[in-house]
């Protein structure tokens, strides 16, 4: 029988979960207009900002990192602003790797949710337009309301890729204990440590049964929300 988890772990895991909240929820209205722009515009440019959107998914993980430090860290255009203006620093701070998070998490979201706008018929939204719809209203009552499943799956896509985010923190903000030790990291800190190997087991049980259930609840709203059988899974 495995030993109750200690402060420190369930630290850990409340910060996860934390983190992968609230970078979901910030990344939720960014994501959605992004799906939005590469599902129905066409413009000069559209090809790039597609590829900078999924470009997290392709590079080191380490390399985002690197390129939120330059940017948001206290030197950088971005984080010096910050921290003059609002006194809002990221760097080192549980802010920052909700930051990390959703950063990792975007391009996973735009593409559920741009998957899920094209599957909208355009001609209902044309009919909407020839009746004297305003193309705020044809969205709000048309093209948003279909494309529900879509931000379903995106947000629990986004908050499974959230808790298992490991690499953009640990070189964004670091490994401190209490402030950005989110739940991969704690996995890593307890591999450093000779016999640990209960402490590590346990925590990646935990880990993995937050991202199958996320995965699972995903596939489960997405079937509700569409309308299908939701006792199949």
Do not use: C
Not at 163 to 179: D, L, R
Not at 196 to 220: F, G, K, M, N, Y
């Amino acid at each position: 029988m495995m030993a109750p988890l200690s402060a420190a772990e369930w630290d850990s895991i409340a910060l996860s979960l934390q983190v992968s909240l609230i970078a979901v929820g910030l990344t939720l209205p960014i994501a959605y207009a992004l799906a939005w722009l590469l599902a129905r515009r066409r413009f000069p440019g559209r090809m790039l900002l597609d590829a900078l959107v999924h470009l997290p998914l392709v590079v080191p993980p380490v390399v985002t990192g690197y390129i939120l430090l330059l940017l948001f860290g206290r030197t950088g255009p971005i984080g010096g602003w910050l921290e003059a203006t609002f006194g809002l620093t990221l760097m080192f701070r549980w802010t920052g790797a909700a930051l990390a998070a959703a950063v990792m998490a975007l391009p996973l979201m735009v593409r559920a949710m741009r998957l899920s706008i094209e599957a909208v018929d355009r001609k209902l939204v044309d009919a909407a337009r020839t009746l004297g719809a305003s193309r705020w209203h044809a969205f709000r009552t048309i093209t948003l309301p279909l494309s529900i499943p879509g931000i379903l799956a995106a947000l629990v896509l986004g908050f499974a890729r959230s808790i298992g985010e490991f690499g953009a923190t640990i070189t964004f903000v670091s490994n401190i204990p209490g402030e950005t030790r989110t739940l991969p990291l704690a996995i890593y800190s307890a591999l450093q440590v000779p016999g640990t190997d209960i402490a590590v087991a346990r925590l990646a049980v935990i880990a993995v049964l937050l991202s199958l259930a996320a995965l699972v609840l995903s596939e489960w709203l997405i079937r509700r929300s569409s309308g299908k059988d939701a006792h199949v899974v």
